[in-house]
């Protein structure tokens, strides 16, 4: 089994399987569904036989063009009605053909499977403005690309439109912060780009680079004017320079007259002229004006809207009009670097990562404390660093005191999101509150479920009625569905027909690292030009093919998760499903990097058994049993309760295998530890901990004299090989130092020519607040969080398998089905789920036994006599899943592995755990 998933459970790293498919044991007929029928579970030959042999439709009906229905509204009860909200909305002009009808198989593709081309469709917001008169949206025609076959209204827009993001829209006027004439330039800077821009090892002052800078991007305005792609850092820069020199005072004054204005009055019209002056838009987009309202009145606020709905725009008007610092959380760097770029560029930005050197992060902070950044964007780990709190813990009058905290990607807060992230647990609103002395909190997400938002809002402390939700998927998304049994070949037909061949940018989505190169490469064997992305490919490369991808040189991207977060092409025309996403907030991410011009974008999802077998196995590779986290617990406090003072570290390689957890877990518990009900520790940041020392001037008893760290040094160390090696924590306990000083105390004696050393190990660092009173009712309370945990990935999993099948079961029942109706199948089944409609049909398709699973596994352990296993190790191999204890790396050799991947993981453990019962009590004596 393929584990190079950059998914959730992407951290667990196995080799690709011995077997393409895991050998099926003869089965049982397969349990029939309990809670819903599927045509496409029950009778799947059949099903594909639909999909993928379609009668050819008839010439006259092939050629006959038909209006293709509005979808059906998405209602969402105790809520704004979405599709009335939705920030953009779509009308198709009445003659505008739509012979889709529905492709049961790819092959015999009616040329008009899909709409015949992407239409151009305008967004209005809602005239909330009374002051502005509504622009009615009209259509504007693109002209025929690629041979398209010239179906297609030709009605283009005579209005203008001012809220319309095209691909070929004129660019919005930009203006140039009055107080720095680099724009972004510093702000680049101070990230590490400019060191892209050395020449052969010189450093270039900051003119040079500039000037460097300018001459490239001069190259590439031309070429991003006529694309409309505005997506990369030279872009952005060429925005700039677009500003003629003369214009910049005015433009300037107008922008600060502009903030002036909403400081003294926050209304409307105050707030689409400062809208005006910083990003040239007319109009705000639903949600936004509503939600910069709240803000600016001081008011913590959730904000859900949809991909590309203008998210970033609701703290970036409020970050000028505050006068202090807008402190932005972003969960992974990459994100923070695109929303950086974005930025205006008289917004002044930085941000904090963990992949800058120390001087960087030093001028950073530096910036920030003379009150010369108004947006930091920093990751939720900065936040366990006492440094870089004690910075904000000034009273407000000091430049650099925060006036907003914004949760980007918010989901990350709660548990029961699609992706939750241990370290934002961290931001709960007392913490914030308490640390950053800050009043306003903007929690901002595209996917959360009621009961995400629930937890989140309860984490933040956001009042109920501070909730800002629109629909959670745009209007002008067309989804498909179909299951394939051969999807590279559907794929290929389905890139080769209208309207995907038309498509100027698409993505692929697979799940798997391994997929994404193979399919790229086999686009490209077939005339596509693709490339591949994941998280496994060196940054450098990675950035090299946004940059390419945004400069429409690539078509193609075949890409895992981790390529779209951030990424603001406008004109992504389709977006591909190679792979069943892990859930419906996924899913729903992914496709909204489609169609950010607000033109058609089609979305096409490929779904096979195999790979929703494999998430389903995937989905376990989390899960601990109640005594791992009971021997977790004791080494955790192993320490007595006079250390409390002392700081405590636990190496992560060597407790991740002996506790069969992976990282990613024990932080959890650690997190939760500190955060919970009750404070056990405090988390510290984390370090490398052992040291290997070398002396070199004076001898080490000498400098021992001199020197005390170095005297307990010499008494903590194990001699290896000439070397001193020691555990700087223990070290630094001893002489009553924090880690960090003893460090910086060794780079002193190293600077000096004394030693020499090397730090390996990153452990987690802790203090001990409180020793649990009852380990076994702590155990039993995080073995069942964790559970609940688990079950809920499983379940998120199943809906998002159901809805794909629901989607082509119902369209099959449907004479004549198409892309229109599938499209509000989809979005109904969205719609439910995240309104948290629990009644929502899961299939259940997994297998609970099989008559050769407990002679398997009595073979196996037989086999493997000297090993000791759990009963949760034995359902891993024979779901193919590694784990820290049981790689795949050897546990794979196994032919059992990966052999009751369709039998549920529950049933196979328990299984695992009688046949263990029976061997133990068999060798017992
Ligand atoms: N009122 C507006 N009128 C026109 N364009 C807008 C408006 N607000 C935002 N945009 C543009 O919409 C695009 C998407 O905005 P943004 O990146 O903030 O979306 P987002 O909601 O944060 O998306 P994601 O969730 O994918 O990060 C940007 O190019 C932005 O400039």
Redesign the pocket.
């Known amino acids: 089994m393929d584990y190079d998933s950059d998914s959730d459970g992407s951290h667990i790293s196995a080799t690709p399987p011995r077997d393409p498919l895991p050998r099926r044991p003869p089965q049982p007929p397969p349990k029939p569904p309990t809670s819903y029928k599927s045509t496409a579970s029950t009778k799947r030959s059949s099903h594909l036989d639909i999909i993928f042999k379609l009668k050819k439709p008839s010439s006259s009906k092939h050629d006959k063009i038909e209006p293709v229905p509005e979808p059906e509204p998405i209602q969402q009860p105790d809520l704004p009605s979405p599709v009335g909200n939705f920030p953009f909305q779509i009308r198709r002009p009445s003659d505008q053909p739509h012979p889709i009808s529905i492709g049961r198989s790819l092959e015999t593709l009616p040329a008009g499977f899909f709409s015949t081309r992407r239409a151009s469709f305008s967004k209005i917001c809602k005239p909330s403005l009374n002051f502005e008169p509504e622009t009615s949206p009209e259509i504007t025609a693109e002209p025929k690309i690629n041979g398209s076959d010239g179906l297609g209204s030709t009605k283009t827009c005579n209005k203008k439109l001012p809220?319309l993001?095209r691909g070929d829209a004129p660019l919005p006027p930009v203006k140039l912060q009055k107080r720095s004439e680099e724009g972004n330039f510093v702000r680049l800077n101070f990230n590490g780009y400019k060191r892209k821009f050395t020449a052969k090892g010189k450093k270039m002052n900051s003119y040079s680079y500039k000037s460097k800078y300018f001459k490239r991007s001069k190259r590439r305005v031309k070429s991003e004017v006529d694309t409309g792609s505005l997506c990369d850092e030279e872009g952005l820069v060429s925005e700039i320079k677009l500003q003629s020199k003369a214009e910049k005072p005015s433009r300037c004054e107008s922008v600060e007259a502009a903030i002036s204005a909403v400081r003294s009055a926050v209304s409307d019209e105050n707030l689409v002229r400062l809208?005006k002056a910083i990003?040239g838009?007319d109009?705000?987009?639903d949600g936004?004006l509503e939600a910069i309202k709240m803000i600016l009145a001081g008011k913590s606020t959730m904000l859900v809207?949809p991909?590309?709905?203008?998210?970033?725009?609701c703290y970036q008007i409020p970050a000028v009009v505050f006068p202090g610092i807008t402190l932005v959380v972003s969960p992974l760097v990459a994100l923070m670097i695109d929303q950086l770029k974005?930025l205006p560029p008289m917004i002044q930005g930085g941000l904090l990562s963990s992949s800058q050197g120390p001087e960087e992060a030093a001028e950073t902070l530096r910036m920030v404390q003379e009150g010369s950044i108004k947006v930091l964007f920093v990751s939720p780990e900065r936040f366990l660093n006492a440094d870089f709190l004690s910075i904000f813990s000034t009273p407000n009058s000091t430049p650099n005191f925060v006036s907003l905290v914004v949760v980007d990607e918010a989901h990350c807060v709660s548990e029961w999101s699609h992706n939750f992230r241990p370290s934002y647990m961290r931001l709960g609103a007392s913490l914030l509150r308490a640390k950053l002395n800050v009043e306003c909190i903007l929690a901002m997400t595209?996917t959360a479920t009621t009961t995400t938002l629930q937890s989140i809002m309860s984490a933040l402390e956001i009042s109920s009625t501070n909730l800002i939700q629109k629909a959670q998927v745009r209007d002008n998304l067309w989804l498909s569905v179909s299951l394939s049994s051969n999807r590279m070949k559907d794929m290929l037909k389905l890139m080769k027909s209208s309207p995907f061949l038309e498509a100027q940018s698409i993505i692929v989505y697979c799940k798997f690292q391994s997929e994404t190169d193979v399919i790229s490469r086999y686009l490209c064997d077939n005339n596509i030009s693709a490339k591949s992305y994941h998280s496994g490919m060196l940054a450098r490369d990675r950035s090299r093919i946004q940059e390419l991808f945004c400069a429409n040189k690539i078509r193609v991207v075949v890409a895992t998760v981790a390529f779209g977060m951030?990424l603001?092409k406008?004109d992504v025309g389709a977006v591909i499903h190679y792979s069943l996403p892990e859930s419906l907030e996924e899913y729903v991410q992914e496709i909204?990097r489609g169609g950010?011009d607000g033109r058609l974008s089609y979305c096409h999802l490929f779904f096979d058994d195999v790979t929703y077998y494999k998430l389903r196995s995937l989905m376990y590779s989390d899960g601990v049993d109640e005594f791992a986290v009971n021997k977790f617990l004791c080494q955790v406090f192993a320490d007595d309760t006079s250390s409390h003072s002392k700081v405590c570290s636990l190496v992560k390689e060597l407790a991740s295998r002996k506790f069969d957890m992976k990282e990613e877990v024990m932080l959890t518990l650690l997190t939760h530890l500190e955060l919970g009900e009750t404070q056990y520790l405090h988390l510290l940041p984390q370090l490398n901990v052992t040291c290997t020392l070398n002396f070199h001037k004076t001898s080490p008893m000498l400098l021992a004299d001199k020197d005390t760290a170095v005297a307990a040094i010499l008494k903590k160390s194990e001699i290896k090989q000439g070397q001193y090696v020691f555990n700087i924590p223990t070290v630094a306990n001893s002489i009553g130092v924090a880690p960090g000083d003893l460090s910086n105390h060794l780079q002193n004696l190293k600077a000096k020519g004394e030693i020499t050393y090397e730090l390996k190990d990153p452990a987690y660092c802790y203090k001990i607040v409180k020793v649990p009173s009852d380990f076994c009712s702590l155990t039993e309370l995080l073995t069942r969080w964790l559970l609940d945990i688990e079950n809920c990935k499983v379940w998120k999993l199943d809906a998002m398998y159901s809805s794909a099948v629901f989607a082509v079961d119902t369209c099959e029942k449907t004479h004549d089905c198409n892309v229109a109706q599938q499209t509000t199948y989809l979005q109904e089944r969205i719609s439910d789920y995240f309104r948290g409609d629990n009644n929502l049909d899961v299939l259940d398709k997994m297998g609970q036994n099989s008559p050769f699973l407990r002679a398997d596994i009595k073979v196996f352990l037989q086999s493997n006599s000297n090993v000791k296993f759990t009963p949760r190790a034995i359902a891993r191999i024979m779901h193919g899943i590694g784990s820290p204890a049981y790689p795949s790396s050897i546990w794979s050799r196994t032919h059992f592995w990966g052999r009751y991947i369709q039998i549920d993981f529950k049933a196979v453990m328990n299984a695992a755990k009688a046949e263990l019962m029976n061997f133990v009590g068999k060798d017992a004596p």
Do not use: E, H, P, V
């Not at 991909?307 to 725009?313: F, H, P, V």
């Open positions: 809220n993001i809208l990003y838009y109009l705000f987009r936004q809207l991909t590309g709905a203008g998210k970033s725009l974005q595209a951030g603001d406008r909204g950010r």
